[in-house]
């Protein structure tokens, strides 16, 4: 009978070891390392079933301490990622508020009618393209022109648009200054005068962490993303992040920046893969505004021929 006993609490132990691995790698450090990086990203999915998985243990009285046991690391993990489902008041949209648009086109694929479209609807202040390259930014440019759009490219022409990040920016915003940078494997775009003032926008996206070697070069991304937003100004930094906020690294590059999604209710909407129902995806594009930006409007938005959806958010930045 004790054996019996000591047995179950072991493999309860054992269970809660494992599901900890799996739910909560990044409080364990474990979440820049491949293949915890992948599994990081997630979390709302794996905690969902892993409540499920113990509410039917816990029907069978012998496996009610593997039940509790495995409850317990389910309802942290819930519990990171509740806060990004709640949606609370925001302020109404004013004229000042700065329209962003995010949408990884995949290697110059998606629609440009349709995006062309959305464009002309919503009418953004920025558009960021990751996944863009001259290639792509000529088919698209014919078609936003005469709307007041002027465009940048990270890379030359003849680089592929995988490669690449393209810029948009309306006539509303001004005189802005806008310069191809470095330090990622992608190059970036960083924007700069007009609107924002003294701060930066910067255009990114960042390396996938698939595989041992490109999960240290994502991590070497994020540190450039740290430090923009650990400098005296807080920037926007807006692209494909192939980061949730699951990912410590993430976290900690962003500093004291947050998500434009964050209070909206939508901060767990997936935004890649586009095949696949919302709920099954993941958040990995973002927009990063200042933490005393207030968030007025946050959408994302199918558009064919990528496999990421849009981001679309209406930002308030602060004096």
Same mark, same amino acid.
């Given at each position: 009978?004790? &054996? ?23 409080r364990l450090r474990l979440d820049h390392r ?69 949408? %990884? ?21 920025? &558009? ?20 007041? =759009? ?15 990040? $393209? @810029? @948009? ?21 960083e924007a700069t005068g007009g609107v924002l ?24 991304? @994020? ?18 992040? %192939?980061? $949730? ?9 962003v500093g004291t920046c947050r998500s434009a999604?964050?209070? $909206? ?6 935004? =890649? ?21 207030? $968030? ?15 981001? @679309? ?7």
């Amino acid at each position: 009978m004790l &054996v019996g006993r000591r047995l179950r609490i072991g493999a309860a132990v054992t269970l809660a070891g494992a599901a900890a691995g799996v739910i909560l790698p990044d409080r364990l450090r474990l979440d820049h390392r491949f293949p915890f990086v992948d599994i990081a990203a997630f979390r709302p999915h794996v905690s969902a079933s892993a409540l499920a998985a113990a509410a039917l243990l816990a029907t069978r009285p012998r496996s009610r301490p593997a039940a509790a046991s495995l409850a317990a690391v389910a309802l942290a993990g819930a519990g990171a990622v509740a806060g990004r489902a709640v949606r609370r008041p925001a302020p109404p949209a004013g004229p000042d508020d700065l329209t962003i648009l995010s949408f %990884n086109v995949l290697r110059g694929q998606a629609d440009t009618g349709q995006l062309a479209t959305l464009i002309a609807a919503r009418a953004p202040d920025f &558009v960021v393209l990751p996944e863009a390259g001259a290639d792509f930014r000529d088919k698209l440019m014919p078609q936003v022109e005469m709307l007041g =759009y002027r465009s940048w490219v990270s890379t030359a022409v003849g680089t592929k648009d995988a490669q690449g990040v $393209t @810029l @948009l920016a309306a006539s509303t915003v001004g005189d802005v200054h806008v310069r191809s940078g470095s330090g990622m494997r992608v190059r970036h775009l960083e924007a700069t005068g007009g609107v924002l003032g003294r701060r930066s926008l910067f255009a990114v996206h960042t390396t996938a962490p698939m595989g041992r070697r490109r999960a240290d070069r994502w991590r070497r991304d @994020l540190a450039l993303v740290e430090q923009w937003c650990h400098g005296p100004v807080e920037p926007i930094v807006v692209g494909d992040f %192939n980061a $949730t906020l699951d990912h410590a690294p993430l976290r900690a590059a962003v500093g004291t920046c947050r998500s434009a999604a964050a209070g $909206t209710g939508k901060g767990l909407v997936g935004t =890649y893969p586009a095949s696949g129902a919302r709920w099954r995806g993941i958040q990995i594009d973002h927009v990063f505004v200042p933490a005393a930006a207030a $968030t007025t409007g946050f959408e994302v938005i199918d558009i064919e021929g990528s496999d990421h959806r849009a981001v @679309l958010a209406r930002v308030r930045l602060p004096a």
